[in-house]
């Protein structure tokens, strides 16, 4: 089992590299370490999608080794193994600038099946509404495909640029 999460370093890694050397240096608490450091934090940024592909490099390994024990077991000629049914999973797509500190313009999302695509939501613009409110919409949209679809959670985010936004009309083309 590995070790617990630092809550200090998630946090530190949100923030950028200067940031965080005058927040942990020598003028801050102490805690940065040179040699250490640059790689805990991509580490802990990119932690989740790092689980996520080895959950999905198990899946497949353990489906390949079902395969191959039953092509040993049996005396026929081997079968295509036929992958297990694939779960609905809810895609959020989010219209932001790449700054840390932009605030989104504007949201879509889309659950997908395998290769077929299940429900689109249409994009919306985010203009006026407060993080807590942005938070609440996507609750209940979660809600709902839960229940048509079973989804859980929202795969990590799919971010694009606000510039592309389908949304006509949209305050960022008049500019």
């Known amino acids: 089992m590995g070790r617990p999460i630092d809550p200090k370093c998630l946090a530190c890694c949100q923030l ?6 005058q927040l942990h240096g020598e003028q801050g608490d102490g805690c940065w370490n040179e040699k250490t450091c640059h790689r805990r934090r991509s580490h802990y ?14 899946a497949i ?15 026929e000629p081997p079968a295509i193994p036929v992958l297990p049914k694939v779960p609905a999973v809810a895609l959020l797509y989010l219209y932001k600038q790449k700054r840390q500190d932009a605030p989104l313009h504007a ?17 919306i613009h985010l203009i006026g509404m407060t993080n807590s409110q942005v938070n609440q919409y996507l609750r209940e949209v979660l809600t709902v495909l839960q229940q ?7 795969e990590p985010e799919i971010y694009l640029d606000p510039h592309t936004c389908p949304i006509d009309p949209c305050p960022l083309k008049g500019l």
């Open 61 to 75: 390994a353990k489906v390949q080794q079902q395969a191959a024990a039953q092509e040993a077991a049996s005396l």
């Open 107 to 123: 949201l879509a999302i889309a659950v997908w099946q395998g290769d077929r695509k299940l429900e689109a939501i249409s994009p």
């Open 148 to 154: 048509r679809y079973g989804v859980q959670k929202f």
């Open 45 to 58: 940024r990119h932690r989740l999608d790092v689980n996520q592909k080895r959950k999905g490099q198990r």
């Open 16 to 21: 950028e590299v200067e940031t965080a050397r």
